[in-house]
């Protein structure tokens, strides 16, 4: 679950990264070693990685340029075939824009070809403050034709220009300031992680775009003080849509879904899984820290020992809206938010609509292998109580409605008035 003003950036160009022979051959090898030591499955998610090294490493030490080289030893990681899995420089990392700028695409034909228009786009982020809205298209970034396959990437800490076609056809450029991110390893920028609001009919609203931090003792304060406005409703809608992940702040999320403890899924390292397990026997994680001031007791509770443990809700008594909960999801609802949703299906705790979640529960570690670099590894796997993974397929909602770009440009949520429809049926 670790998941998480317009500047020049202070990142070197790639020109000043030239390596040497023994340099890449150093870089690969360590980066072979560390896989086969650290990947979380042992049998490596069915692929022969001592093969697929071999038959990639002629092509990679002999790239062209330091570029060429960061991507083919990117795409040789990513053939894992696993969430949380990559190779980049820490310094010149290009960050996938759901993270670099709060906002999510999804492909759509137009008269031109297919484009990328955007679809979350999270309050308070880079790409809602520089004025892009739901089905805007990407058409350039920084002067560069953008389209499907594509992906659009940005650079933490610098600006950006984007060429954007708007609602009606109009055409405009916009330059958008990309923070620099507070943790290096897993860069993003932060949105506005929880906004709320009483909707017609007295139904709370809970939207939440990330949960920043490895324990996540401030955003679950944020998730207590919506509760607390929100505790006269007699039925709840919780927006996870383009949900970017997080850390363990999501557990205070899952405990306001049930007011008992019950198990919530447990998390399994290499070690653990090579040496045979019973989950009742694994170490129970069972509340978030008070305060900030808690976390070292918290760290010299689990400090070098397996972080295979079990997840259990926190027990925070009834709330009115029990029973009566809706879960919005969608394609972009990935990481820690598909573990809130696994966690109300498998209980039968809320009814989820939208999309078909992303399939991205891994929690990601990085591994320095040497001159900058840094490999990027699931560090476990992530089962649900009854001992389901949902790695690579996702959840899938009670009530499966696909987002409109076209209510959107009319004003109108498809998706909310869907569950909003649905949770005012709910007895």
Same mark, same amino acid.
């Given at each position: 679950? $670790?998941? +998480?003003?317009?500047?020049?950036?202070?990142?070197?160009?790639?020109?000043?990264?030239?390596?040497?022979?023994?340099?890449?051959?150093?870089?690969?090898?360590?980066?072979?070693?560390?896989?086969?030591?650290?990947?979380?499955?042992? $049998?490596?998610?069915?692929? /022969?990685?001592?093969?697929?090294?071999?038959? %990639? @490493?002629?092509?990679?030490?002999?790239?062209?340029?330091?570029?060429?080289?960061?991507?083919?030893?990117?795409?040789?990681?990513?053939?894992?075939?696993?969430?949380?899995? !990559?190779?980049?420089?820490?310094?010149?990392?290009?960050?996938?824009?759901?993270?670099?700028?709060?906002?999510?695409?999804?492909?759509?034909?137009?008269?031109?070809?297919?484009?990328?228009?955007?679809?979350?786009?999270?309050?308070?982020?880079?790409?809602?403050?520089?004025?892009?809205? *739901?089905?805007? #298209?990407? #058409?350039?970034?920084?002067?560069?034709?953008?389209?499907?396959? /594509?992906?659009?990437?940005?650079?933490?800490?610098?600006?950006?220009? +984007?060429?954007?076609?708007?609602?009606?056809?109009?055409?405009? /450029?916009?330059?958008?300031?990309?923070?620099?991110?507070?943790?290096? %390893?897993?860069?993003?920028?932060?949105?506005?992680?929880?906004?709320?609001?009483?909707?017609?009919?007295?139904?709370?609203? +809970?939207?939440?775009?990330?949960?920043?931090?490895?324990?996540?003792?401030?955003?679950?304060?944020?998730?207590?003080?919506?509760?607390?406005? #929100?505790?006269?409703?007699? @039925?709840?809608?919780?927006?996870?849509?383009?949900?970017?992940?997080?850390?363990?702040?999501?557990?205070?999320?899952?405990?306001?879904?049930?007011?008992?403890?019950? *198990?919530? !899924?447990?998390?399994?390292?290499?070690?653990?899984?090579?040496?045979?397990? $019973?989950?009742?026997?694994?170490?129970?994680?069972?509340?978030?820290?008070?305060?900030?001031?808690?976390?070292?007791?918290?760290?010299? %509770?689990?400090?070098?020992?397996?972080?295979?443990?079990?997840?259990?809700?926190?027990?925070?008594?009834?709330?009115?809206?029990?029973?009566?909960?809706?879960?919005?999801?969608?394609?972009?609802?990935?990481?820690?938010?598909?573990?809130?949703?696994?966690?109300?299906?498998?209980?039968?705790?809320?009814?989820?609509?939208?999309?078909?979640?992303?399939?991205?529960?891994?929690?990601?570690?990085?591994?320095?292998?040497?001159? !900058?670099?840094?490999?990027? +590894?699931?560090?476990?796997?992530?089962?649900?109580?009854?001992?389901?993974?949902?790695?690579?397929?996702?959840?899938?909602?009670?009530? @499966?409605?696909?987002?409109?770009?076209?209510?959107?440009?009319?004003?109108?949520?498809?998706? #909310?008035?869907?569950?909003?429809?649905?949770?005012?049926?709910?007895?």
């Amino acid at each position: 679950m $670790k998941g +998480l003003g317009t500047a020049t950036s202070s990142f070197p160009d790639r020109s000043d990264m030239a390596l040497s022979l023994a340099q890449r051959e150093a870089i690969f090898d360590r980066t072979c070693r560390t896989v086969e030591k650290n990947y979380f499955d042992p $049998k490596f998610n069915g692929k /022969d990685w001592k093969s697929l090294t071999g038959s %990639k @490493r002629s092509a990679i030490l002999n790239s062209k340029d330091a570029e060429e080289f960061e991507s083919l030893m990117h795409q040789m990681v990513r053939e894992l075939g696993t969430s949380h899995t !990559g190779f980049f420089h820490q310094n010149l990392r290009r960050v996938p824009g759901r993270l670099a700028i709060s906002a999510t695409f999804r492909k759509h034909q137009t008269s031109d070809g297919i484009r990328w228009m955007f679809q979350d786009v999270h309050e308070g982020g880079p790409a809602h403050t520089a004025g892009i809205e *739901p089905t805007d #298209l990407l #058409l350039e970034i920084n002067r560069q034709p953008i389209s499907p396959p /594509d992906q659009p990437s940005f650079s933490m800490a610098s600006g950006s220009s +984007l060429a954007v076609l708007k609602r009606g056809g109009r055409k405009v /450029d916009i330059t958008m300031a990309i923070p620099k991110p507070r943790w290096r %390893k897993q860069p993003f920028a932060e949105p506005r992680t929880v906004s709320f609001s009483t909707l017609d009919g007295g139904i709370g609203y +809970l939207k939440t775009t990330i949960a920043p931090g490895i324990v996540g003792v401030e955003i679950a304060h944020e998730y207590d003080n919506a509760i607390r406005n #929100l505790a006269s409703c007699e @039925r709840l809608i919780i927006d996870l849509r383009g949900f970017l992940g997080g850390g363990l702040g999501v557990l205070r999320l899952m405990s306001y879904l049930t007011p008992d403890k019950i *198990p919530i !899924g447990y998390s399994v390292t290499r070690r653990c899984a090579e040496r045979g397990y $019973k989950k009742e026997n694994l170490r129970r994680f069972e509340g978030l820290p008070t305060s900030k001031f808690r976390i070292p007791f918290l760290a010299l %509770k689990y400090l070098g020992r397996d972080e295979s443990v079990v997840l259990v809700s926190e027990g925070l008594g009834p709330q009115k809206f029990h029973g009566r909960i809706v879960l919005l999801v969608n394609e972009h609802t990935a990481s820690a938010g598909e573990i809130v949703c696994a966690f109300a299906a498998e209980n039968k705790l809320a009814h989820l609509v939208g999309d078909q979640t992303a399939g991205r529960l891994l929690g990601g570690k990085g591994f320095r292998v040497g001159y !900058g670099y840094l490999v990027i +590894l699931p560090g476990a796997a992530f089962l649900s109580w009854q001992g389901k993974s949902f790695e690579g397929q996702g959840i899938t909602p009670d009530t @499966r409605v696909d987002w409109s770009p076209e209510d959107h440009r009319d004003g109108k949520d498809n998706q #909310l008035e869907k569950a909003i429809e649905i949770v005012k049926t709910l007895p």
